[in-house]
């Protein structure tokens, strides 16, 4: 923990994942942030046990942070918030769910966007255009970055789908 006006915590985890080009399991550290203010005032009796109690109290957020990503990316697939590189340590392929790939990916989709309206409209003479422009080009990227979320939230759906046991014995059934 560190010490100044707030405190701070982490909860380091590891992620486990399979590359979708060479199937190597991977294995990465993240980690989950937590603050917590320190409460100075007049009526502070201790300062150390004041310490200590933000101490406490930021580790137990980290902690329940942790464990709503844990479930987050565990049961539904959502890989927002997953502080991992997602790049395989056999070939080097960033997953699409890596914070890199989204982010490149929505930067793209705003210079798109951006490049779209100054095509379309020419450079904007006021400053209600600009932040028009401006607007239209963070919500872009923003719906960009969206998109590849939802799109390997689906595609872990439709992975999970296939190797599930109990939907192997119904095919078989079927057939």
């Not at 942790?66 to 697939?77: E, I, P, S």
């Not at 607007?135 to 939230?153: M, P, Y």
């Amino acid at each position: 923990m560190t010490r100044g006006r707030y405190l701070l915590a982490s909860q380091k985890y590891r992620c486990s994942y399979t590359c979708t080009r060479c199937g190597q399991a991977n294995r990465e550290y993240g980690f989950v942030r937590s603050a917590d203010p320190v409460r100075m005032n007049s009526f502070t009796d201790n300062l150390g046990d004041e310490y200590h109690l933000s101490g406490e109290i930021a580790a137990d957020k980290a902690r329940r942070k942790f464990y709503r990503l844990q479930a987050r990316v565990n049961g539904r697939y959502w890989y927002n918030g997953l502080r991992v590189s997602g790049k395989c340590k056999k070939c080097g392929r960033r997953q699409l769910w890596s914070p890199a790939y989204r982010y490149s990916a929505a930067a793209l989709l705003s210079c798109l966007a951006l490049a779209a309206l100054l095509g379309l409209h020419g450079v904007p003479e006021s400053i209600n255009e600009t932040l028009i422009l401006a607007g239209v080009t963070a919500g872009s990227a923003l719906l960009g970055e969206i998109s590849i979320l939802l799109a390997a939230h689906l595609w872990a759906n439709r992975q999970n789908e296939e190797h599930l046991p109990w939907l192997e014995s119904i095919h078989k059934k079927a057939e």
